[in-house]
């Protein structure tokens, strides 16, 4: 028979509720866990409200400019990314720690504020006592190697110059953004990175990833370099990892090429040790690519039992077969053609000293900070160069 005390302890757990209010309440915002103290790879996106379609070039241009801007003041590394009309989604390297000192403090600073801005407040930091000096650094510190607070200002500073420029109130964005961390091996990284510049692919918006310009794999195809850093980590990290099914067309290449059997080993074990050392931006754009057309290849989906299948969009299985016996090499007049593009988004082409003079007589329209005007285009002649990046 049960005592008081047995019974009033079973009447307390009868009465309590099955689900906290606090934990409700975060499941219904979407569970977020982010590694401490440690660096970390993680996926991040976010969606317009009502998933409107808000995004034209020149609002994709904009985001990328402060999505560079805002991770470099944070120390976070873009590794690739993807603007669509109504979402966006970024890969990104989170530092465990950032430790700078004054100096290098005000220099972040000056990527993110005004001259003005900076001046201002070096010079009443330089008034400060020095405990008040190290706590005005550890605020600014604190925002940096910090996931949530990159996100916040990056989101919504996008969405102050979208609200001024479409003379609209309110908040853009349909909740809060969703995070997905990334364990650091090559089939994950790889993978992840490739869904993110599948995107509009998948969508139907081209008929190759490299042809769009606003994300990662397109924007370094292009010719930009900062892309392509984050491509070249992507890529080194892999260590040369490939597709299984890629590998084992090119050991049936290279059997067929090869005079003896043990030259087989040999050429393939310096193939892979080629793209685990790339020593130049095609290498990397090979390894990745190989990657790209493995996990784009369309297959058919089931909507619903009752309905027929569908073909989801993506490379065809021939397309596929040939990029693996390219072994990703993309050749020099599809790489021209997306740079052939920079005649169409620039605002004018031409001598280096054409387009210092261009950007003289309209200074108004070009940020502060911008220096020269004339940009490379790779795959022609130097005399030819590009004014872009209107601000």
């Known amino acids: 028979m049960k005592n008081d005390d047995q019974v009033k302890k079973a009447h307390v757990w009868e009465n309590m509720s099955t689900v906290w209010a606090g934990v409700g309440e975060k499941r219904r915002r979407g569970l977020r866990i982010l590694p401490k103290n440690t660096g970390y790879f993680v996926h991040v996106t976010s969606r317009t409200v009502g998933q409107a379609f808000m995004f034209g070039d020149e609002e994709k241009r904009v985001f990328v400019r402060m999505m560079r801007q805002w991770a470099g003041f944070s120390g976070l590394s873009v590794i ?20 700078l000192d004054h100096a290098e403090l005000r ?7 005004p001259e003005e801005k900076v001046l201002a407040w070096d010079a009443f930091y330089q008034k400060q006592r020095s405990e008040v000096k190290e706590e005005m650094d550890a605020v600014v510190v604190a925002r940096m190697g910090n996931l949530p607070e990159f996100m916040r200002v990056l989101k919504q500073s996008f969405t102050c110059w979208y609200n001024r420029k479409h003379g609209r109130k309110g908040t853009l964005w349909e909740a809060r953004y969703r995070s997905v961390v990334v364990e650091g091996n090559p089939l994950a990284l790889m993978s992840v990175a490739a869904y993110i510049d599948l995107n509009p692919l998948r969508a139907g918006l081209v008929d190759d990833p490299m042809a769009y310009a606003w994300s990662g794999y397109g924007a370094s195809m292009e010719g930009d370099s900062t892309a392509r850093e984050g491509l070249e980590v992507l890529v080194r990290l892999a260590r040369g990892h490939q597709p299984q099914v890629a590998l084992n067309l090119r050991r049936k290449q290279v059997s067929q090429s090869s005079e003896h059997w043990r030259d087989i080993g040999k050429t393939m074990a310096q193939e892979q040790m080629q793209r685990a050392l790339p ?25 619903q039992v009752k309905e027929k299948f569908r ?16 072994q990703g090499v993309v050749p020099l007049h599809e790489r021209l053609e997306g740079r052939m593009q920079t005649f169409s988004r620039g605002v004018a082409v031409g001598s280096a000293d054409y387009l210092e003079s261009m950007m003289n007589e309209f200074r108004s329209c070009f940020g502060c900070k911008r220096k020269s005007a004339a940009k490379k285009v790779k795959g022609f002649s130097s005399l030819w160069m590009s004014l872009r990046e209107v601000d």
């Not at 073909?311 to 390219?326: L, M, T």
């Open 80 to 99: 690739t990314y993807c603007l669509m009309d109504n979402h966006f989604h970024v890969m990104l390297w989170v530092p465990g720690a950032v430790d």
């Open 107 to 113: 220099t972040t600073l000056e990527g993110i504020w």
């Open 279 to 303: 020593r130049n931006w095609q290498e990397v754009q090979a390894a990745y690519r190989i990657w790209l057309v493995n996990k784009g290849a369309s297959k058919a989906d089931v909507l």
């Open 311 to 326: 073909q989801r969009k993506g490379f065809d299985p021939v397309q596929v077969i040939a990029e693996y016996e390219k």
